[in-house]
Each structure stands twice: as C-alpha cells, then as structure tokens.
C-alpha cells in the first residue's frame, strides 16, 4: 500500500480524498471576509451573501446611479433582522443559506460554476438569480421574489435612491390632535408626552376640513431625505 | 385612563373589573368600547399593540411594517403561498390600511341571508349602524383636490371605455395627498381608531389597556367571566405581569386571525366545529401602468379612485399606491434592466382588483397546541380563476384606455411588459394558479354568523350560540366576503353588537 512517508499509516487515496474535500468545504463553506462595516446580527457569511446580491441586483451606474453596496443593503438588512420576530428571522436566514449554496448543488453557468453564490462573478450571479426568477417551478420563483424583496427593500431606504427617482417624502407639519395628548413614544413614560390639552388644535373626526392643501412635487423634502450639506 | 408599558408595574399583577371587556382596539373593537362607555356601562378595553404617535412611524416600508405588523409583515398562508397581515397597535389595522370606508351593496347581504338562514342581516336592517359610524367619523369621498394625477388617471380611463368609477369615500380629514396610509398618516388626517373611536371611548369613561395580550377567556357554564393573559413590551413581546379582568361580559375583536385561536385556547364555542374554518379573503391583484407623461405617483390619496361596476362579477376596481420598495418588489428583471424600470415608477399609476374568491377555503389554526401564533391554510381554487383573469384584463384596458404606452402584469407566463398590441393575447391566456403573485389584507369567516348553532359560531348580533354573554365582533362573524372593503361593514355590525348588548347588560 502506498502511504504518505510522515504518517505512514494513512493511505494516499485517502489523504488526497480529504484533501479535496477540505478544498471544497473551504470552497464552499469557508473563507468569507469580515464585512466592512460592524453588524450585529447578520454573519460573516450572510454580510457577505446580501452584499453580493446586491450588487447583482442593483450594480453601479444604469437609471438610478448608486448601487445595492452604495446604498448600504447589509447595514439595513442587519438592523431589519434584528427587528424580526425570531421565527421570521430564522426563516430569512435559510432563504440566504439557500440561495448561497445552491449553486454547490445545481452549479451556476461554466466550467467552474460549482462555487457559492457570493463567490461567482457578476455575470453568473445575474444568471443564478435570473434562473431562480423565471422557473416554472412556483417554490423556486417565490425563493427569488422573497430575496428580492428583501434587497429591494434595504436598497430604497437609502434617500439617495428615493432622491434620484423624485420619490423621497416632503416634509409635513401636522396639526396637534387630541391624541397627541393622550400617548407618550413608544416605551417612553407619560412625562414624554410632548402636548397639553391646550396645545391641540384638532378635537375630533368632524373638526378638519376634508382637504388641505395639497403636496406636490414643489414642497420641501422630509429632513431625512434632504441631502447632507457639503 | 389609558395606560402604555411604561405604566405597568413589573412585579405586580393586574387585575380589574369592569361590565364589558373588549379584547382588540381595531375598528370593530374601538367602536363596541365608544357605543358603550357613552351608553353608560363601563368598560375595559385590550390592546397588545402600542399607541404609535407622529415621532413612531417610520418611513422604511419594511422597517415600518417590522414595527406595526404580527411577524413583521410578513406572515404567509400555506398552501397557496401568498402574503396577508395583521396590525399590531392600538387602532388595530386602521393604524395602517388606507381608510376605505364603502357599504356593500344589498346583493350581498342577500346572499348571506339565503345561504346561513340570516333574517335580521339586510343592507336595509344595517344602514342605520352604516350611518351612526359614518356621520361619527366623517367619511366622504376622496376630493379631487387631493386625488393626484395618478387617481385621476383611472377615472380617465374608465370614463373612455363606459366603466362607471367614484372617489373611494374614506375615513379621513384634512388628507393631505401623502400616499403613507400604510406607514401611518404622518398628517394626522386619518381618523383611524387611535384618533378617533378610541379617544372618545376615554371620555366616556372606558378605560383602556395597551401592550396586553389576552390569552384565555375563562367561563362558568354557559357564562364568560374574565379575561386573561399578560403584559407584553412593544416589539419584542417580552412577556411581563400577569393581568385578569373579570367582567359581566366579553367581547372578541382580535380580528379574524386571532378571534378563533382564543376561542380554541380557552375550549369556547366550538361545538359546530367552525372556529378557525371558512377563511375567506380578497386575493388582490395589481398592474402597474406606465405613462409618457410624469405622474408624480406618489403624490395623491393613496387609493382615491374604485370602481364597484364589476361587483357581480366577482371583483372591485381601485387605485393604488403603496412605498416605492413595497411597488418596486413587483417590478420584473434584475441588474440594469430592473433599474431601467425602477425609473419608471414616476410615470406609473398602479390599479388593483380585490376578487371575491367564494370557492378558495382556508382555515386558521394553532401552530402548536394552545398557541395563539396562527397557522394559515388557504388554497386558490381553480373555479375563481376565471375571476381574476377577468379582473386583470380590465385593468390591463383602463390604464391603456387611459393612455399608458405599457403595462406590467407581473404575472407568471406573460410577457414582462404588455404594450396595447399585446392585449389579446393576454384575453387568450389561460392562467394557473400558481401564476399569479397576490397578497390579501382582507380575510373573513372564521367565526362566521349562522342562523343554526351547528354550523356556524355567533348569532346574528354577534353572541356565540353556546355562551350567554360572549360575543364576537370583527371580520371573523363574516359569513362570506363582502366584495367590497370589509372594515365598514365591520364597524356596523360591532355597532350593532354594541346596542344589542348593552340592552342585555
């Protein structure tokens, strides 16, 4: 039997089949980047997912200019997770362990497609996604409709997106209603209610005229949409 | 007295007792506490959602619905896999629906009285609670100075083909034509429950508990006598004190899908077997428009325009509009071509059919034993195909009557984008079910109404037939959908509810 000369016991069929295997697991499993940015929930491996459909999804330049990575997707998507219920969130980090390793399974286009989502090239990733969109499976379009939704989601909470397309909020300054007297922020004391009863302009349902002037395209944006002065 | 987390003290227990307690602050809710604080008897009312004020809404569409939303909006039904929601907040889903407020027409509720031996439930035996709600909240039609061009689009269009179209009337004053209905009304012009009902029922004396999740009701024989369960914090559900309030009676407005879970934890009510079955809703589906001309879509009431000419048909016609990630989720392709698309979204108007899927049954149950997470079951039925292939072709020709050079269908086997040359192929199409992308808000019949106790679980004013003084009143007493937005009709009946208990108190 032939055997490595410092373990002399191994064979090395056996030691060349581990050696693959490591390869492939690191291939598949191992390796991914610390993210850019601190996360709290999401893991180096789904930072590194989300960003990487991100990019596929939203890449730089086109009709709306800043891309899913400019638009901070995995920072948002860390603060979205974290706001899950724990079911849902468990149900959302499948999706990603899914999508990322499916294509160790069922490769992407080319002779080296057998590779983790997030490590294909662009290219490959839009046929990835592009495969998972247009299935006739129904289970298969829904797993693409639920990840783009998710990216979709993290990419228009950036204002620069909402900005380029003339979609951000305006600002509105609101009437002081009877309620606004009655509840505090949420987890907040009754001392944070901001409004006394002689404060509210607004008694009841009957007590607004049933339109006021109108927004439009003219009014100023809502301050978290204005863009940072230089 | 209302009382928020902040209030409740760790270590101690709540306990109270008051003639009527009402579990759910939602619209049918709100409106059983209000009738009855004013006609005298007192009240308590649940809610395990939080106030939301100005400063808590938040204009993430996601990160808004993780806040006001059970599962963070995104519970599913099995089976046909489409999306569904539930408000978590004090107002329930008015907090976050866009404030439709129509009468279903006499036909319905015909229909209802032949087929669940209903002989009180006319449209005539319930306009006057149809008018006590509506001249309470001020409902009136959508004004043209707030539609937007995209509303007005609609009307544009259906005027061109002989389609009879309306302002959608709306529980709202002084709209502002924001399109946030579903993140919140930052305007304050909405009159959801928390402005409105809710406030007034305070005055009346009612006394009002957020952040509680009631978990059981308990009984003596066929009497209801407390309600049960636990102080919960805002967002994460961390369970806190115990509470109890006992009462002389107990109303159930946890909505359709919690209703029956209650019922089926505390072992009430169920002799018939239809707690948690007959789910109905109105699967909706939406095509998007795409204009030469800018529409500024975002601007405008966020659904001002509807149709009711297709009621008999099995579907109803409205405008809509909703945050652009919640929209741009519908959009086809990725990469550079969806952000060629994604930049259409200002030249867009959306319209929307909800259909009255009478033949697609589900049903609502515990996840596990005793828990109050539902578990939704609902399967499209191939006979109400024919009713949204209906619904999409008529959408499909108003917007193009009304002058889009495209549309988008975003349904499976058809073509991404439709131009006018395109629509008889689209009339030729035969769709599967699994084919269309929907999503429901409005759902029905889990607790339905029927004249004989063996197959349905209230009566007609809302008491279960096996119990003397629990009642049900929310969407779940629904004998079948109502084809047109449910929350009117069910305020009327919780009105009506209201006064026949307060006469039995």
């Known amino acids: ?230 | 007295m209302i009382r928020v987390f902040a209030d409740y003290e760790p270590e101690h227990a709540l306990r109270d007792e008051a003639d009527v307690v009402v579990v759910g602050s939602g619209p049918c809710g709100a409106v059983v506490a209000k009738e009855l604080a004013e006609a005298g008897r007192s009240v308590v009312l649940l809610e395990e959602g939080p106030p939301f004020t100005p400063e808590d809404f938040v204009l993430d569409g996601a990160l808004s619905m993780a806040r006001t939303m059970r599962e963070a909006g995104l519970r599913a039904t099995r089976g046909h896999v489409m999306p569904t929601m539930q408000a978590i907040a004090l107002g329930g889903g008015s907090l976050v629906n866009s404030a439709i407020c129509v009468r279903p027409p006499a036909f319905v509720f015909d229909e209802w009285a032949a087929r669940f031996e209903l002989s009180q439930t006319s449209r005539a035996d319930l306009d006057p609670h149809f008018d006590a709600v509506e001249s309470f909240l001020g409902i009136a039609p959508t004004p043209d100075a707030v539609q937007g061009r995209r509303n007005l689009l609609f009307r544009e269009g259906c005027e061109k083909l002989g389609i009879p179209s309306e302002p959608i009337p709306r529980n709202v004053r002084g709209c502002r034509g924001s399109g946030e209905c579903f993140t919140g009304c930052r305007a304050r012009a909405k009159q959801s429950m928390d402005l409105s009902y809710v406030p007034a029922a305070l005055r009346a004396g009612a006394r009002v508990y957020t952040s509680v999740r009631a978990e059981q009701v308990l009984h003596a024989g066929r009497r209801a006598t407390s309600v049960r369960g636990r102080v919960v914090a805002p967002f994460t559900g961390r369970p806190g004190p115990a509470f109890e309030i006992a009462a002389r009676a107990v109303v159930l407005s946890a909505g359709c899908m919690a209703t029956p879970l209650l019922l089926l934890a505390s072992g009430l009510a169920n002799r018939s077997g239809q707690v948690g079955r007959n789910l109905q809703f109105h699967p909706g589906v939406a095509v998007m428009g795409v204009f030469p001309e800018r529409v500024d879509p975002q601007f405008g009431a966020t659904q001002g325009m509807q149709s009711l000419h297709f009621l008999r048909d099995g579907y109803k016609l409205e405008t809509l509009w909703a945050p652009p990630a919640v929209l741009a989720v519908r959009l086809p392709g990725a990469g550079l071509a969806l952000k060629e698309r994604l930049a259409e979204i200002p030249h867009a108007s959306i319209v929307d059919a909800i259909a009255s899927c009478h033949h697609s049954l589900g049903s609502v149950r515990p996840r596990r034993q005793g828990s109050l997470e539902p578990a939704l079951h609902w399967r499209l039925h191939p006979d109400d195909l024919p009713v949204l292939g209906q619904a999409l072709r008529t959408i499909v020709d108003v917007l193009f009557a009304a002058g889009a050079r495209k549309v988008l269908p975003g349904v499976h086997g058809l073509p991404d984008e439709l131009g006018p040359g395109d629509v008889e192929a689209l009339r030729r199409q035969r769709f599967r079910p699994s084919d269309f992308v929907m999503a429901a808000n409005h759902a029905f019949c889990t607790t339905r109404m029927h004249g004989d106790p063996a197959a349905g679980v209230v009566d007609e004013w809302g008491r279960c037939h096996e119990l003397d003084n629990l009642y049900v009143a929310d969407t779940g007493v629904f004998p079948r959908c109502t084809s047109v937005n449910p929350m009117l009709t069910g305020m009327a009946l919780a009105h009506r509810t209201a006064k026949a208990l307060s006469g039995r108190l």
Not at chain 1, 70 to 91: F, N, Q
Not at chain 1, 186 to 200: E, H, K, L, N, T
């Open chain 1, 1 to 230: 039997m032939r055997s490595l000369g410092y373990v002399a016991d191994v064979p090395i069929e056996m030691a060349l089949a581990a050696g693959l295997l490591l390869a492939l697991g690191w291939r598949g499993f191992g390796g991914y980047p610390r993210p850019a940015e601190e996360l709290g929930c999401l893991s180096r491996r789904e930072a590194a997912f989300v960003a990487s459909a991100a990019e596929a999804l939203f890449p730089r330049g086109g009709a709306v200019p800043p891309s899913g990575l400019d638009a901070g997707v995995p920072v948002w998507c860390d603060r979205w997770l974290a706001a899950l219920p724990a079911g849902t969130r468990r149900l959302v980090r499948a999706l990603f362990l899914l999508v990322e390793h499916a294509t160790l399974v069922f490769p992407a286009p080319g002779w080296d497609g057998w590779r983790r989502f997030s490590a294909l090239d662009a290219e490959r990733r839009g046929a990835v996604l592009e495969g998972w969109r247009t299935s006739r499976f129904f289970a298969r379009r829904l797993v693409f409709t639920s990840l783009r939704a998710i990216v979709t989601q993290g990419y228009f909470a950036d204002p620069a997106v909402l900005r380029c397309l003339g979609l951000a909020p305006r600002e509105i300054v609101p009437p002081v209603h009877a309620a606004d007297a009655l509840y505090p922020p949420i987890g907040r004391p009754r001392s944070a209610i901001r409004f006394a009863a002689a404060d509210v302009a607004v008694h009841g349902p009957l007590d607004r005229p049933p339109a006021a002037e109108p927004l439009g395209p003219e009014g100023p944006l809502h301050a978290d949409y204005r863009e940072a002065a230089p």
